[in-house]
């Protein structure tokens, strides 16, 4: 009575183990496959942004143009836009490249449609010739524009960027003229400019060497960084190994456990 009472509890138990295999095999093994479809999905994206930043550049979305945007569609197209600078509304954003630590420059850029294009000039090393991104600029008024309209237009080209959200790490700081991140909205509110396009573009090397009112040193144009971490196979290969090893484990409990019932007979 005894021994079959334990071969009972024993047949339970391996079922209880062959279905907690089973859903954990298939769990892994769905992860593996979601991450073989991720990779292809990454592989695809990295194609299009290539075609993207070395294709010719087209006219920068307008005004009507800026609510269709969308990243996945837009981002890093080489564009092209024409317009006059407002120099006196200049950001600085901190940026940490291989070349050392300093700042974006970002200056609004009135254009013909009637928006405001944020146009990062490039970048400039903390401290270059006495260069200082403080104190914070004045507000611009509503009509902003207005004062340059009689200016020389200039033509930038460059990569679209979609603007950046705050960083979870450093927060943007208005009041202290402390930016983290490129983020357009933000930027616009604290410098009062109405009608700001949802993008910025990063001027290539030829572009950012306009000459502005008040620029100590010109900004280096041409560095946008453009990296995509893709470490979806290795991702893929790991969930499917532990499906292996489950099942493996599976395998060797369930032979062991036939040899057990074996020897009691």
Known sequence: ???GASRQRSRALRVILA?????????????GTWQIFRLQW???LIERVDQRVHAAPAPAPGVADWPR???EDDE????????????????WTLASLERGIGYWVLTPLCTADGGIVMVNRGFVPAGAG???PRPSPAPATANACAAVAGAPAVTVTG????????SSLRSNQPERNYWYTRDVQAIARARGLPAVAPYFVDADAASAQADLPGDSVRPAGG?????FVNNHLVYAITWFGLALMVAGAAWWVARDARKGADHVK
């Open 69 to 71: 945007l969308r990243a």
């Open 130 to 132: 006495g260069w200082s």
């Open 76 to 91: 890093y197209r080489r564009v092209r836009i024409s317009g006059a600078y407002l120099p006196g509304s200049t950001t």
């Open 1 to 3: 009575m005894t021994t």
């Open 19 to 31: 279905l907690v295999a089973g859903v954990m095999f298939a769990g892994f093994f769905a992860l």
């Open 42 to 44: 990454k592989l695809a």
């Open 223 to 227: 560095l946008t960084v453009i990296s």
């Open 159 to 166: 990569l679209l960027r979609i603007g950046e959200k705050n």
